[in-house]
């Protein structure tokens, strides 16, 4: 098959909106007739491939049967990791070296054949918005990747033990002020100032803790 439409999926508040709006950018300057999407409903069925970035909603099987391919991007090494926010679960596992896997939506969450893998390499250091930039740019390396080997690449199934991540709230953002800021430093840095700041209770009051770096 000729790819010749593409659409790009992604929820319209989600972090990764600039850098879907960019992708869409480059791929029409690349020659591809492409769209930008923000509800599967409304991709028609003349769409051959559905880049699906960072959407919040389960798509039904019908809407995926309308194209070749519903590609998603999930940064674990599936089957393990499944499900939420893998990538903040595994920097707070102590992980600097992340899979990112590119794979084919399924009836099943996250259970696609998968058509390749490669990694995000963080330094440690790396606050909530450095982190997201590194894992948008490797998102759009890998969609590059299998427009540009699309003809000669082969999905495998997944293999081993399934594993799931649960849903992050701001919740997961407490700071515990009984432990220190560096035992803590993983947490604060995957924290998001603006969504889902660090916080902390003392003395019957609830504070708020944003990061950034200095000079």
Not at 37 to 54: C, K, M
Not at 71 to 84: C, F, R, T
Request: hydrophobic letters at 35%.
């Amino acid at each position: 098959m000729t790819i010749t439409t593409i659409a790009i999926l992604t929820t319209e508040s989600s972090w990764f909106l600039p850098y879907a709006k960019r992708f869409t950018e480059i791929l029409y300057q690349n020659y591809y007739h492409v769209k930008l999407f923000y509800n599967h409903e409304d991709i028609p069925d003349t769409y051959d491939i559905v880049f699906i970035l960072s959407y919040f909603r389960i798509i039904p099987q019908e809407y995926l049967n309308r194209h070749y391919h519903n590609l998603v991007i999930h940064e674990s090494d599936l089957p393990q990791g499944k499900g939420w926010s893998p990538l903040f679960w595994q920097i707070l596992e102590g992980k600097n070296r992340i899979p990112i896997v590119l794979f084919e939506a399924g009836g099943l969450v996250d259970s696609g054949d998968i058509y390749f893998k490669d990694y995000i390499e963080l330094e440690g250091h790396e606050l909530n918005q450095e982190i997201r930039h590194k894992q948008a740019m490797k998102t759009i390396e890998l969609c590059k990747r299998f427009l540009g080997e699309y003809k000669n690449l082969k999905p495998v199934k997944q293999k081993g033990m399934e594993t799931i991540y649960p849903k992050r709230t701001f919740l997961d953002s407490e700071i515990d002020i009984d432990k220190s800021i560096k035992e803590q430093f993983d947490l604060l840095r995957t924290c998001d100032n603006e969504n889902y700041p660090g916080y902390f209770y003392h003395r019957g009051h609830k504070y708020i803790l944003k990061i950034e770096k200095g000079e």
